[in-house]
């Protein structure tokens, strides 16, 4: 990826750099944010979120399904829970 393409396609970027953060969030996670009720309901969201980022990542010209648009908006909704 170019330098430029980096802020041209910055969904993209950003989108590749942080699916496979959530995996392994998805794959160790030993907590869940307050609000949630278990860490089951946790990784659900975070494969939702997974999933949303992954399909930018793998399609960069995807157009965003209602299913991606949800995962993205948890990304953001999440995003300062993202840690564990």
């Given at each position: 990826?170019?330098?430029?393409?980096?802020?041209?396609?910055?969904?993209?970027?950003?989108?590749?750099?942080?699916?496979?953060?959530?995996?392994?969030?998805?794959?160790?996670?030993?907590?869940?944010?307050?609000?949630?009720?278990?860490?089951?309901?946790?990784r659900?969201?975070?494969?939702?979120?997974?999933a949303?980022?992954?399909?930018?990542?793998?399609?960069?010209?995807?157009?965003?399904?209602?299913?991606v648009?949800?995962?993205?908006?948890?990304?953001g909704?999440?995003?300062?829970?993202?840690?564990?």
């Amino acid at each position: 990826m170019s330098k430029n393409k980096k802020w041209w396609d910055a969904k993209v970027y950003i989108a590749k750099y942080a699916a496979p953060k959530i995996y392994k969030l998805w794959q160790n996670c030993n907590s869940y944010p307050h609000g949630l009720n278990s860490v089951d309901e946790w990784r659900a969201e975070l494969a939702q979120m997974y999933a949303a980022l992954k399909c930018i990542a793998d399609d960069e010209y995807c157009e965003v399904p209602p299913w991606v648009q949800a995962g993205l908006e948890l990304f953001g909704k999440r995003f300062t829970h993202l840690w564990d």
